[in-house]
């Protein structure tokens, strides 16, 4: 079935530096969505990719979606605490209606 | 945005008891709800698919006379965990996506933490 790998488990960065998370899914994805969890908490949306090549940012997060469409980044430039928590991809196969497969998640840590 | 309530958020139980949980799309209809574990620093496990108004569909390995769903409305769906064993303690978590909003992801209850005793 489906697969959707994520690297890597986890990342310690000192707060400025910057952070990247690659998911790779087995299959070609309809689109893909990120996700994040704080510590405690519940995966939030971040944002849905859809067309092959794209690139969506929200201030200092970047998203690609590979031109396949197998493959996905999130990147943040100078992290900061706040960033701190699981980021999860999700892929979606079959069309728009398929179930959304999670990759195992990145977990960020900042050192201040 | 749309939200999803979860309820409750934490349940302590006895072996052997059922325990129910609530999942509710409070602005707008889900015909589909989503169903998920998650254990300790692990990722999002899906469980089951629930459907309004028909028998969910579960994926492979997940018992359906353990993990019972019930989707009566198209705005609640019900995880019951029955006869629970302390291996049932966990993390779960429902999901719904509102359809007509055309960039939105899923949307996530806030979870229930089940230990069981």
């Known amino acids: 079935g489906q697969q959707v790998m994520q690297i890597p488990q986890y990342q310690h960065v000192q707060e400025g530096e910057d952070f990247t998370t690659y998911c790779n899914s087995s299959t070609t994805l309809s689109n893909i969505q990120w996700y994040k969890q704080r510590p405690g908490g519940h995966p939030v949306f971040l944002i849905q990719l859809v067309k092959s090549g794209e690139v969506k940012k929200q201030k200092r997060l970047t998203f690609q979606f590979g031109e396949a469409k197998k493959n996905s980044s999130l990147h943040i430039t100078a992290t900061q605490t706040t960033d701190v928590g699981t980021y999860f991809c999700a892929g979606r196969d079959g069309g728009s209606q398929g179930n959304l497969i999670f990759g195992k998640g990145t977990k960020l840590s900042v050192k201040p | 945005g749309a939200v999803v309530s979860q309820h409750p958020s934490r349940v302590i139980c006895k072996s052997g008891t059922s325990v129910k949980i609530e999942c509710r799309s409070l602005d707008f209809q889900a015909t589909t709800m989503f169903w998920y574990r998650q254990f300790p620093k692990k990722s999002l496990m899906l469980m089951a698919t629930?459907?309004?108004?028909?028998?969910?569909?579960?994926e492979q390995g997940v018992e359906k006379d353990k993990f019972l769903i019930n989707h009566a409305s198209l705005t609640l769906s019900t995880l019951t965990v029955t006869s629970a064993h302390p291996e049932d303690s966990s993390f779960y978590i429902c999901?719904?996506?509102?359809?007509?909003?055309?960039?939105?992801?899923?949307?996530f209850g806030s979870g229930t933490r089940l230990t069981v005793v």
């Open positions: 629930s459907n309004e108004g028909s028998k969910a569909t579960y």
């Open positions: 999901s719904a996506r509102d359809w007509g909003r055309a960039n939105y992801g899923y949307t």
